[in-house]
């Protein structure tokens, strides 16, 4: 039996699986550049973050229709209940889909028609996160929150994500303050490939409660102090951070050190169809190359569910 984890670090869209996107572009008439799955899982070589983006922005395309959407999420589900996922809070971006002329309603609705049946049939409870691409405007993003308005009643919180570098928090001061006003919980990616200032400037001017990646945050000890002082979570993807570069090999990564630190850490998949694992693989991950004890995979178990937004007797439900 595997663990029973949260997952907090989840893209739908990077859990689109070559044969998926291939049977998808055929219902929807959309031409891949690629003759076949092998030829497409060969483009999955990725140098860093944006190379790895190009092919992910890419790939959506396929996705259309609310059912391309239901379909992506109980895939998604289906997969992460085989690995322990009991919870799972789910970034989406819907700029990416609007930009191609797929509504809000599209999006929001496909994938609520998967996690409306979600614990009856996967036994996993579910959030839903609307993410900004932080590589387009403050103004786009204002226009994003406008859009997603009518659904609210379906979407737990607002997250940032895409290219980091260059694109402070700061950027998004105004929306974040608007998705407060509207009750929104807040996370933000921070210190992926962005330095340590963008994980503070993203705890005080966007007021997150979590920090996705956060890894640079080694580099500067009195924000360490500050993130283990103030208990905040971060969410680390160790298969991805491998993908991307961000550190050489999985048995360097500072996960370790991060957590004999105190730093309140959990472990996700961020886009498993594109860098080899779902939440299970990434715990087996970092079992096998960093020699992680069994207290301490327990700890990061546990972290995952004190770290989302269940309530706490749901939290105690679900693990
Ligand atoms: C992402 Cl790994 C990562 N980083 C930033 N934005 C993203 N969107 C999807 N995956
Ligand atoms: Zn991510």
Not at 46 to 70: I, S
Not at 132 to 149: I, N, P
Not at 252 to 281: I, K, Q, R, W
Request: charged share 30%.
């Amino acid at each position: 039996m595997p663990l029973p984890k949260a997952e907090l670090h989840l893209h739908i869209e990077g859990t689109l699986e070559p044969e998926l996107a291939f049977e998808l572009a055929a219902r929807n008439g959309v031409e891949l550049p690629y003759a076949d799955t092998g030829e497409l899982r060969k483009a999955y070589e990725f140098e860093d973050l944006q190379t790895f983006l190009n092919l992910y922005y890419e790939l959506m395309t396929v996705l259309r229709t609310e059912r391309d959407f239901e379909d992506l999420a109980n895939a998604y589900l289906a997969r992460a209940a085989a690995q322990g996922v009991r919870h799972a809070e789910i970034f989406f971006d819907p700029q990416a889909h609007l930009a191609r002329g797929v509504g809000m309603g599209t999006v929001v609705e496909g994938l609520w028609r998967a996690l409306q049946h979600s614990e009856p049939v996967h036994g996993i409870s579910t959030r839903l996160i609307l993410c900004f691409l932080r590589d387009e405007s403050a103004e786009s993003a204002l226009e994003t929150l406008e859009a997603a308005k009518p659904y609210l009643d379906r979407i737990t919180g607002v997250g940032l994500d895409s290219a980091e570098v260059g694109h402070p928090p700061v950027k998004f001061r105004e929306v974040y303050e608007a998705a407060a006003a509207l009750g929104l919980r807040r996370v933000a990616h921070a210190g992926e490939e962005g330095p340590p200032e963008y994980i503070t400037e993203a705890l005080d001017v966007l007021g997150v409660e979590r920090v996705d990646h956060g890894l640079r945050c080694m580099e500067d000890e009195q924000l360490v102090a500050r993130l283990v002082r103030d208990r905040i979570p971060l969410t680390l993807c160790p298969l991805s951070n491998v993908r991307l570069r961000t550190v050489d090999t999985l048995a360097e990564h500072p996960l370790p050190a991060m957590l004999d630190a105190g730093l309140m850490c959990t472990v996700n998949s961020d886009d498993p169809a594109y860098f080899g694992g779902y939440v299970g693989d990434n715990f087996d991950a970092v079992r096998s190359s960093l020699g992680l004890t069994e207290e301490r995979l327990r700890e990061l178990a546990r972290n995952s569910f004190l770290a989302s937004f269940l309530e706490d007797d749901e939290e105690r439900r679900a693990r």
